[in-house]
């Protein structure tokens, strides 16, 4: 019998237009060496290894007459080729020029008639390297049924293991029929199924109210003449493309700011956004008057014990953080955010990460999407996502290609035009940000400050002058870029 999308996951379809497309996205690069990774060494490790996450093969149908939730079945055409798609850059090819690439194949929604993933070889960058970009709807992942696809494609030695094909056939589909008798046997058997179903349903009809109603008052305000009420700088209404921005950036410099002023290493993270967005701000002449906070939804784990550590997508919770962007000293600012996480480190439920890792179905690229549907449930509440994960502090190998970066691109929400995404990984810090093309279109110079918020942390904890220039440098060009266009 075909498994039922529950609520959660309708919601995530019905709420995915050309402007909010539901997926999130990696960008994974890879030195081959001497393996020869290419694209159709690609295809063989995806054939290899698809059968651990069967979803993947699967497509979502959906029910006549909206009896019940949509179904999820085999894809009876299901072509391997289709999903895992290859692209290349101008040698040698930049990060930029990948960046570049990688938003435009970010801003475009998935086909609902298909699985709903894609897997990009990109060929090109310099030094010989190999990108993948993978990018899996929200409604695939939730860390308890099926984790992200990227996880089982890793391994942690540079000879890949091969597993071998399970001979997948794809299992009949039921008729239109079968799907209207399915819907009213499950309804009659499993009252559960109609609540559902009117749960699903309702939820996605409410959204999209809340959405008309804000078109309606947009509308209101241009017949009327009248200006509608100031948005906060990364609040507004976004359009169809995206703007990526990445930053790598050494571990160690987390480690010394911690060493020095205590907290965790998520807390230095989380003080350099504070940082990096107050600067950001300043050199957008945006007041800082009425806007001394910004408050941002950080996903965490919430595991009680080993005997709980048996999954990941019921094991993730949101938690609120004001980043304080109005404060001017660099240690107040990572003072007052360790001070946000010390509630939640004190119930006993707060996991660190070198045990994080230890959970089944824990990867870096699963826990950001588990974190955008955490994300979504409270957009409400926050104006900010920051997702940060601790990966792996040792290499990862696809097909015996070292893993040598992993960017996470979150989704963007309606309303939110900047999400930003953390992933530690083999002693370095990779910042991945997302922006909407339009609302924020100076979202290069946010990454730009975020090292240099960096950079300052570091300084004052180590006491030497000699360590800020390479963010400074830039922002302060910046500024004077927009001072002079003032």
């Known amino acids: 019998?075909?498994?039922?999308?529950?609520?959660?996951?309708?919601?995530?379809?019905?709420?995915?237009?050309?402007?909010?497309?539901?997926?999130?996205?990696?960008?994974?690069?890879?030195?081959?060496?001497?393996?020869?990774?290419?694209?159709?060494?690609?295809?063989?490790?995806?054939?290899?290894?698809?059968?651990?996450?069967?979803?993947?093969?699967?497509?979502?149908?959906?029910?006549?007459?909206?009896?019940?939730?949509?179904?999820?079945?085999?894809?009876?055409?299901?072509?391997?080729?289709?999903?895992?798609?290859?692209?290349?850059?101008?040698?040698?090819?930049?990060?930029?020029?990948?960046?570049?690439?990688?938003?435009?194949?970010?801003?475009?929604?998935?086909?609902?008639?298909?699985?709903?993933?894609?897997?990009?070889?990109?060929?090109?960058?310099?030094?010989?390297?190999?990108?993948?970009?993978?990018?899996?709807?929200?409604?695939?992942?939730?860390?308890?049924?099926?984790?992200?696809?990227?996880?089982?494609?890793?391994d942690v030695s540079d000879t890949p293991k091969q597993l071998g094909g399970d001979g997948w056939t794809p299992r009949r589909g039921p008729s239109q029929l079968g799907l209207m008798t399915g819907a009213v046997r499950d309804s009659l058997a499993e009252p559960d199924t109609l609540v559902d179903t009117v749960r699903g349903h309702s939820g996605a009809a409410m959204r999209t109210a809340s959405a008309t109603a804000q078109r309606t008052r947009a509308v209101a305000y241009a017949l009327s003449g009248r200006r509608p009420p100031r948005e906060a700088p990364i609040t507004g209404r976004l359009s169809q493309q995206r703007r990526i921005v990445t930053l790598d950036t050494p571990l160690e410099d987390y480690r010394t700011v911690r060493q020095a002023h205590g907290g965790t290493v998520n807390d230095v993270i989380l003080a350099t956004v504070a940082g990096g967005l107050r600067a950001w701000l300043m050199t957008r002449a945006e007041s800082l008057k009425g806007v001394r906070q910004i408050r941002a939804v950080v996903p965490v784990s919430v595991i009680d014990s080993e005997l709980e550590a048996t999954s990941l997508g019921s094991q993730i919770a949101a938690h609120f953080v004001d980043l304080p962007v109005g404060e001017s000293s660099p240690l107040v600012r990572l003072h007052q955010v360790s001070y946000s996480f010390q509630a939640h480190k004190e119930t006993g439920r707060g996991v660190a990460a070198n045990r994080l890792a230890g959970i089944a179905g824990f990867a870096p690229t699963t826990f950001h999407a588990i974190g955008s549907r955490v994300a979504s449930d409270e957009r409400r509440s926050y104006r900010l996502n920051v997702t940060n994960v601790p990966g792996p502090q040792s290499p990862l190998y696809a097909a015996g290609a070292r893993m040598v970066s992993s960017y996470p691109v979150p989704p963007l929400l309606t309303g939110h035009p900047l999400a930003i995404g953390v992933t530690s990984y083999h002693g370095r810090v990779f910042y991945g940000l997302t922006a909407d093309r339009v609302q924020i279109p100076d979202a290069d110079l946010l990454g730009t400050c975020i090292q240099e918020a960096l950079d300052e942390l570091v300084e004052v904890s180590t006491g030497s002058g000699s360590r800020a220039p390479r963010g400074r440098r830039k922002s302060s060009r910046a500024e004077a870029k927009t001072k002079k266009k003032g």
């Not at 490790?45 to 939730?69: K, M, T």
């Open 1 to 154: 019998m075909s498994e039922r999308l529950r609520p959660r996951d309708l919601v995530f379809l019905a709420e995915e237009t050309p402007q909010t497309p539901m997926h999130n996205a990696t960008i994974e690069i890879f030195e081959p060496g001497d393996s020869g990774f290419d694209h159709d060494r690609l295809l063989e490790l995806i054939e290899d290894r698809i059968s651990f996450v069967p979803r993947y093969r699967q497509r979502v149908q959906s029910v006549p007459g909206r009896l019940a939730n949509p179904v999820w079945v085999d894809d009876d055409h299901f072509d391997l080729g289709y999903h895992v798609r290859r692209s290349a850059l101008p040698r040698p090819g930049t990060i930029d020029q990948l960046r570049d690439l990688v938003a435009r194949i970010v801003s475009r929604p998935l086909d609902r008639a298909r699985p709903l993933w894609e897997v990009y070889f990109v060929e090109g960058l310099e030094e010989g390297r190999i990108a993948l970009l993978s990018k899996t709807h929200q409604v695939l992942v939730d860390g308890v049924h099926t984790v992200d696809l990227g996880q089982v494609l890793l």
